[in-house]
């Protein structure tokens, strides 16, 4: 199934929907992990006026450095353990939102797609054999990184938390095998990211698991699990985001999340 929130005139404060195949959207009744029931109307993607976050979630953990192929292009080793950052919850963007490129550093800011998985239900240290059972469904996301602030802080949780640094949606798709789905990154409808999910380091269950050794996994939690190769700042010479770029995450059987670059304003505002 595919889940979708966003606002009509109807529905000014936001609803789920149940996307079809056709291009209609059920409106349910209910939170996500309600099992939300149809509420006896359907809308068009014309009716949706704004795309909301597709979840509101508690922590928003994520996973460095775990394809192979992005680990070899910035010359990293790969870790020997997952390698886990925090993204504030105030870095949230939904689909066709501005991602802002800051005032206080905005000369690295870079792309990078990515796998989220969403937890639904509480996970303490569950084994592996069972960790997808945790999973409510699978979302795109964006991480977007500002990287001089990476490299001078010596830690990445300010790098990846500037206001609108982590779009996620616009869909939540449940039901699907995500051991080997392709993923690419476009800006400006140039394929600058394409892989396979295959080539994680660590793959999704082993994630659940590791992580719920040392942190309870909340329903909601968005768990980022990493981005291939072909990463803005690895290339030659290097592709930044700046304003008026275009982004958009595709992953194959999930989605595609779109969302424009602007520079911010005095106000603090992209637009």
Not at 182 to 197: A, G, H, K, L, Y
Request: hydrophobic residues 40%; contains cysteine.
């Amino acid at each position: 199934m595919k889940f979708v929130r966003f606002t009509t005139a109807r529905h000014p404060q936001g609803v789920y929907g149940l996307a079809h195949d056709n291009g209609d959207i059920e409106v349910l009744k209910g939170g996500l992990f309600d099992a939300p029931e149809p509420a006896g109307e359907t809308v068009s993607p014309g009716d949706i006026q704004r795309y909301l976050v597709p979840v509101d979630p508690p922590n928003i953990l994520a996973v460095g450095r775990n394809y192979r192929e992005h680990a070899a292009e910035t010359d990293d080793d790969l870790p020997q353990a997952p390698l886990l950052f925090i993204k504030a919850t105030t870095s949230l963007a939904a689909h066709e939102d501005d991602i802002v490129i800051p005032a206080a550093a905005p000369g690295q800011v870079d792309y990078e797609a990515e796998l989220v998985a969403i937890i639904g239900r509480t996970a303490r240290n569950v084994p592996i054999e069972t960790a997808l059972d945790y999973v409510f469904g699978f979302s795109c996301g964006h991480d977007v990184s500002a990287r001089d602030c990476q490299q001078s802080d010596g830690q990445w949780a300010r790098a990846k938390s500037f206001d609108t640094f982590a779009p996620m949606g616009p869909f939540v798709v449940t039901g699907i095998d995500v051991s080997g789905l392709r993923i690419r990154m476009r800006v400006n409808d140039e394929c600058v990211q394409d892989q396979s999910t295959k080539d994680m380091v660590f793959n999704v269950p082993y994630l659940v698991s590791y992580l719920s050794r040392s942190t309870t996994l909340l329903p909601g939690t968005a768990l980022f699990t990493g981005t291939p190769c072909g990463v803005g700042i690895a290339r030659t010479p290097p592709l930044l985001l700046k304003p008026g770029d275009v982004c958009e995450v595709d992953i194959e059987g999930v989605g595609v999340l779109r969302n424009r670059v602007v520079a911010e304003t005095q106000t603090g505002a992209g637009r």
